[in-house]
């Protein structure tokens, strides 16, 4: 049911846009994340002369600020280190984890199209992957969990080896993300800075090479140029769109929809520097703008503790407003929120710079490492820690009562701090006072006084403490189970034990971060059928019409089953879009296995040589 009040832009014909200049294409793909350049390239690769609009002045979306995994159960890298899963395994862990929102025949297109995705890019394409061997799904306890080999993430790449004029549309690293400015890769390159804290020296020779090399491309291109995570995943759909002919626009939002007199989506009008045109799409039109993580007025009707839109943090770009979404309902198309959650939830943390600006940080490691819990204002737990990021805050939101402010916070002893970062606080060498001063990070003598600072119950937080620390000190956690699963315990610190989840909060001084609701994105959207139409409200496709990315309405039904359940349909769906466009009926993949690669992501040597 279509519950948004947001204002849509009426379709325009083709006869209303005469006085228009007009550009011809087979494909107009509007968004540049990456369900849109996903479709771009598969098009592309299929002979369609295919033209994608960005409202932005740069590419990417909220796909450049994301880690950059994908989950893609079924994937040829992992059938090429010996993992081979029957697809009824892949569908017993979806349907136990969907629950009502299990839609078969959209599933069933998305773990038919993964393998094929991932080969087509991996064999035809700039995108090449390295395997997730070791990334756990979320829910480890459920039929058909996977223990690695599910998820795949882009090849870092050095920019130089994309052409300057491309590498102007790029969006850059999300600072809050970086280390000033500096992509640093999960895997064995996280695992290497984590160690240099801590004195390793194999670690602070690799960090003093990384950084020194940034630096060096700081002086040299005035940015960072060795491309990791969603950077780049980017960088690699950018130029593999560039290498097929993609004509890629900036700062070229999309106003309305064309159609002919059969009510068949023929193009577009968007804007530009130079004014308004009109765009002709022979085959159809794809929306992939980012959803609706930005519209005020959606995030208020849709999103829990959310009274007037503005009590959210999304880490998405702020021109993700819902466009694409009006636009299509602007021609029919059904606005689908019946699903378990209206966005991708992620804790997030508020960082106050000097010069006035918030940044945004994303609690996405550091929970998960031993000697750190999460507590309400009462000073209690209320969620496992370890689990997913959206498990957090859905945690959170029934935490809270009507009515009242949704957040936590995150606290830390002293051995923490210095080991692990704690939200933006960076470990060892990296000092912790600019934290303090700004009042990102409280402080506390003690554990009573910390909760003052914060404006905790101090007793409900001393009493949450010391039973959590008796319970770590065994290894065990019997309020929340957090370190029983495989993913709970990757996620943690190998060398902890008995638990690597798990660790005491004992030594002063101790250390708050506060956090609250934000969102990678959203999973309302679009209602689509298996091949990426867009359908209306009687459940029709609309000629002409296809949607990928944030603004189709997930395939998971707003559940978040394992990370990268965003970027796996995005790019999936995407795929299917483009082929769909194409009328492509064989698969672009050769069927043989690609070479096998490591059973653990490589190194990080990546950028200099890819």
């Not at 020779?205 to 960072?224: I, Q, S």
């Not at 290894?475 to 034990?497: I, K, L, M, S």
């Not at 029709?540 to 990370?563: R, S």
């Amino acid at each position: 049911m279509n519950t948004s009040t947001a204002s849509t832009p009426a379709p325009a014909s083709i006869r209303e846009q005469d006085r228009l200049p007009v550009l011809d294409c087979d494909v107009l793909v509007v968004g540049s994340g990456a369900g849109g350049l996903s479709a771009a390239v598969t098009a592309a690769y299929h002979g369609l002369t295919v033209i994608v609009v960005e409202k932005a002045g740069v590419c990417g979306g909220a796909t450049s600020w994301s880690g950059g995994w994908a989950w893609t159960p079924g994937n040829p890298l992992a059938r090429a280190a010996g993992v081979k899963e029957d697809r009824e395994t892949l569908r017993t862990y979806l349907r136990h984890t969907l629950g009502e929102e299990y839609q078969a025949d959209r599933v069933d297109a998305f773990l038919e199209g993964v393998p094929h995705m991932v080969g087509f890019f991996q064999d035809k394409t700039s995108l090449q992957f390295v395997p997730g061997a070791r990334i756990n799904d979320i829910y480890g306890k459920v039929p058909g969990a996977g223990r690695g080999n599910r998820s795949v993430g882009p090849k870092p790449i050095n920019a130089r080896k994309i052409r300057p004029e491309l590498r102007r549309k790029m969006r850059h690293q999300l600072y809050e993300t970086s280390f000033l400015g500096m992509g640093i890769m999960a895997g064995p390159d996280l695992t290497k800075f984590l160690s240099a804290s801590q004195g390793n020296p194999k670690g602070i020779f690799h960090a003093g090479w990384r950084f020194g090399l940034h630096l060096l491309d700081l002086l040299t291109h005035r940015r960072n140029m060795q491309l990791v995570n969603g950077t780049a995943l980017t960088g690699r759909l950018m130029k593999s769109a560039d290498d097929l002919g993609v004509d890629l626009r900036v700062s070229t939002p999309a106003k309305r929809l064309l159609t002919d007199n059969t009510g068949k989506v023929t193009g577009a009008v968007v804007g530009s520097p130079e004014g308004e045109l009109q765009i002709n799409a022979a085959r159809g039109v794809v929306l992939a703008a980012g959803g609706f993580p930005n519209d005020v007025q959606r995030r208020k009707e849709l999103f829990p503790h959310t009274p007037t839109g503005r009590e959210h943090w999304t880490l998405a770009p702020r021109e993700t407003n819902g466009d694409g979404i009006s636009l299509a309902q602007a021609v029919g198309a059904r606005f689908r929120t019946d699903v378990k959650s209206p966005a991708a939830w992620c804790p997030v943390s508020l960082v106050a710079y000097s010069n006035g600006r918030t940044g945004i940080f994303p609690h996405i490691m550091d929970r998960a490492k031993p000697g750190s819990i999460g507590v309400l204002a009462t000073g209690k737990r209320f969620v496992n820690e370890a689990n997913g990021y959206y498990d957090y805050v859905s945690a959170l939101m029934a935490a809270t009562p009507e009515g009242g402010t949704a957040e936590s916070w995150q606290i830390a002893d002293s051995t923490f701090v210095r080991r692990f970062p704690l939200g933006m606080a960076k470990p060892l060498p990296v000092p912790l006072f600019p934290y303090l001063r700004s009042g990102y990070l409280k402080k506390g003598r003690t554990i009573e006084e910390l909760a003052a600072k914060c404006g905790i119950n101090p007793a409900g937080l001393k009493a949450t403490v010391g039973e959590f620390n008796r319970n770590a000190r065994l290894g065990v956690d019997p309020d929340f189970g957090r370190g029983e699963t495989a993913f709970n315990r990757y996620g943690g610190d190998a060398r902890t034990r008995p638990n690597p989840s798990l660790g005491p909060i004992e030594k002063g001084p101790f250390y708050a971060v506060r956090v609250v609701p934000g969102s990678f994105g959203t999973f309302a959207g679009l209602d689509a059928d298996g091949s990426s139409r867009v359908l209306d409200n009687d459940g029709e496709p609309i000629a002409g019409l296809y949607v990928a990315g944030n603004d189709q309405a997930n395939v998971m039904g707003g559940h978040y089953p394992a990370g990268g359940i965003n970027l796996g349909p995005a790019l999936t769906f995407g795929y299917i879009a483009g082929r769909d466009l194409a009328g492509a009926t064989a698969y672009e993949d050769d069927g043989n296995l690609p070479q096998a690669r490591p059973a653990a992501e490589p190194a990080f040597r990546a950028p200099l040589t890819a």
